[in-house]
């Protein structure tokens, strides 16, 4: 029974999405709720799966190309496998291969061995009469890496990356131009937006992180013991040092929303994290009501979810305040950009031993940059002043921080 893949119900701040990678070929065996697609949007990474045992037999919508909401992109033969790919495609394979018909490959076999140069007829099949497989192609390159290690020099010119490293080798000067994701895309909007249409500030302090450094060293086995394995980390703190903070100066926490100023009378702390795809948001929501094993755990659990693709747009919508780290990089000090409408974001920075000035004597001690980008159409300097100094103190007296005073 034929089936039309269409494209997800995209949600209203979706337009469009495009085709990023077809998984699955036609004619090559698929179970059910295996991933077919991934549509990329300005904001997430949308899988499509196999609603049921069977094969592609028709890619509608090839990769790069634009799809809407709900738009056919495939067709889907319900039962079908490799063995029940068309005719014509196996003596295509047969022809351009120069394979037998005791070597036929799979599409997704065939696609993998051009690319690396290898010769089919090599290749001993383990499918369905003498067939080879994906998994065939793999086991052969795992068990030759010679031949696989030699194939981008021999390979067309179409392997562009191969080449380029090359040609660098060789002292040519060199470039390459491939086109920019959605979500890089996006995201240079947005950055683009955000220091137009504010008018944006930053404010500089520094936090000495002994105090939490010791708190933490002395309770993180306990604390991971007591928390089922989750581990303390700093981000908890800065969180809870943030939401103090917000209580206290609520125009750090509110929003422009035209001629209106939005007060939110809840804390939605976004935490910025990299991506394979680039930079992502995710929001911890209702933030307020976490204690710092649930902090710890909720980044956990989205920063594993950024690693694999697989926020939603519900993960990444919202959100009041923002707190980006830098410092894992190892960036000592920068300017964070606004994420519109929000009106802050804090950056923390790499801790760095330095000598300071500690009751008349010259100590050295784990200091922090902390910075706070602003609005100033709605923040007054004396405000992120004292948000941040509210931030630091809090820091550097954590038992504030559990006490809540």
């Known amino acids: 029974m ?3 893949i269409k494209a997800p119900q995209f949600p209203e701040s979706v337009a469009d999405g495009s085709i990023a990678t077809w998984h699955k070929q036609p004619g090559e065996a698929v179970s059910r709720d295996e991933l077919l697609v991934d549509i990329e949007t300005d904001k997430v990474v949308l899988e499509v799966v196999a609603p049921a045992d069977g094969a592609l037999t028709e890619i509608l919508k090839g990769e ?3 799809v809407l909401s709900n738009e056919v992109i495939a067709v889907f033969e319900e039962g079908a496998g490799e063995a029940a790919a068309p005719a014509q495609a196996a003596s295509a394979v047969v022809e351009e291969s120069g394979a037998t018909e005791d070597n036929i490959l799979s599409p997704a076999a065939r696609k993998i061995a051009e690319e690396n140069n290898i010769d089919p007829a090599s290749i001993q099949g383990t499918g369905k009469g003498g067939r080879v497989t994906k998994e065939d192609v793999l086991n052969h390159i795992k068990a030759t890496p ?26 040519a000067r060199v470039e390459k131009r491939v086109p920019m994701t959605r979500l890089r895309a996006r995201v240079a909007e947005r950055l683009l937006d955000a220091s137009q249409s504010t008018a944006m500030l930053t404010t500089f302090n520094e936090v000495n992180m002994q105090p939490v450094m010791d708190l933490r060293s002395k309770y993180k086995d306990l604390f991971e013991k007591t928390h089922n394995g989750t581990r303390l980390g ?7 040092a943030a939401i103090d903070g917000l209580k206290r100066f609520p125009a750090v926490n509110a929003s422009i929303d035209g001629n209106d100023v939005v007060y939110h009378g809840y804390q939605d702390i976004g935490v910025a994290v990299s991506s394979p795809r680039g930079l992502v948001v995710p929001v911890l929501r209702d933030a307020d009501n976490m204690g710092l094993a649930d902090i710890e755990n909720k980044i956990r659990e989205l920063g594993l979810k950024a690693r694999d693709s697989k926020l939603g747009i519900e993960d990444m919508q919202g959100g009041t305040f923002t707190i980006t780290n830098g410092g894992v990089f190892g960036s000592l000090m920068s300017t964070p950009i606004l994420n519109p409408p929000q009106t802050g974001i804090l950056g923390m920075h790499k801790i760095q031993e330095r000598p300071m000035a500690v009751d008349g004597k010259v100590v050295i001690q784990p200091m922090m940059y902390l910075a706070l980008s602003y609005d100033h159409r709605l923040i007054d300097g004396k405000d992120a002043v004292q948000f941040l100094v509210a931030i630091k103190d809090l820091l550097e007296d954590p038992a504030r921080i559990l006490l809540e005073i």
Do not use: H, T, Y
């Not at 696989?148 to 080798?169: R, T, V």
């Open 146 to 171: 010679a031949p696989a290690a030699k194939a981008p020099a021999q390979a067309a010119p179409s392997s562009g990356a191969a080449e380029l490293i090359n040609e660098a080798m060789s002292g």
């Open 2 to 4: 034929a089936i039309e």
């Open 234 to 240: 700093f981000m908890s703190f800065f969180v809870r």
């Open 64 to 66: 790069g190309d634009i």
